[in-house]
């Protein structure tokens, strides 16, 4: 038997990239899947490469999931069309760099309300059903950034701290219920993103992490499965930083 066969497992900003790895790696192990993102072709699409390769395991939802409204009715069908939710990972997150001096508040807000209210929204619509499911476990992609700050990062570095303690937060309140609740912390991953940088850039990143190399996107669904897990049982409120050691 496949290590999460039987668990229902929900997503956001599953349409590529972290998200789309971790989707791939829970449905390689059994899982049933919910995956969220804001673009409806790209979350289509991902539904349908991770149906092709493991048939029936993956329904997908195109929500915004910093609109409270939506993020709660939508809850409510996921739910019904899973029959309950036993893991939840809230992947989902966005850019809008640049220096304070020049951000514009609606920079800040959009990357508040999508990185940090995003997964209170999902939190806050799914918390009754996975108080109820088996071995019920909560993860939040963080980042390094949330961890050392970034010139230029100032409204995603403050998203990915506050996404912390609101993992702490979370991680206290229900453990009473059985749910653990911890953060990933990646550092620089190869995404779609980070191939468009320059090699020089790209140097000077490498030049930061002890291991000489950006990570994977699989190092981040590996983790995921870990805290997941049961060998991740007793681990509640923490911090893995999945960083190559740069933050060590």
């Not at 668990?7 to 919910?34: N, P």
């Not at 969220?36 to 699409?45: D, E, L, Y």
């Not at 609740?181 to 002890?210: H, R, W």
């Not at 190399?213 to 499965?225: C, E, H, M, R």
Request: proline content about 2%.
């Amino acid at each position: 038997m496949s290590k999460f066969s039987g668990k229902r497992v929900v997503i956001t900003g599953a349409g590529r990239g972290i998200g789309l790895a971790i989707a791939h790696a829970f449905a390689r192990e059994g899982a049933k899947l919910a995956i969220i993102s804001r673009n409806p072709t790209s979350c289509g699409a991902a539904a349908k490469e991770i149906n092709a390769a493991h048939p029936n395991s993956t329904h997908f939802y195109a929500l915004d999931v910093a609109d409270f409204d939506s993020v709660q009715e939508t809850g409510k069908t996921i739910v019904e069309d899973l029959g309950g939710i036993d893991i939840l990972i809230n992947n989902a997150g966005v850019t809008r760099d640049g220096l304070i001096m020049r951000m514009k508040s609606e920079d800040w807000d959009a990357v508040l309300d999508t990185n940090l209210k995003g997964a209170f929204n999902l939190v806050k619509a799914l918390q009754r059903s996975l108080m109820k499911g088996t071995d019920p476990r909560i993860i939040n992609i963080s980042s390094v950034i949330g961890l050392i700050g970034n010139a230029g990062q100032a409204n995603y570095a403050a998203s990915k701290a506050g996404l912390i303690g609101f993992t702490k937060s979370v991680a206290r309140e229900l453990a009473g219920r059985k749910v653990t609740c911890n953060a990933i912390a990646p550092g620089f991953i190869t995404t779609d993103m980070t191939a468009e940088l320059s090699d020089d850039l790209k140097q000077g990143i490498i030049a930061k992490v002890p291991l000489a190399d950006f990570g994977q996107v699989d190092d981040i669904a590996n983790a995921s499965l870990f805290l997941a897990g049961q060998e991740a049982r007793y681990i509640t409120g923490q911090v893995l930083a999945v960083d190559g050691g740069m933050t060590m």
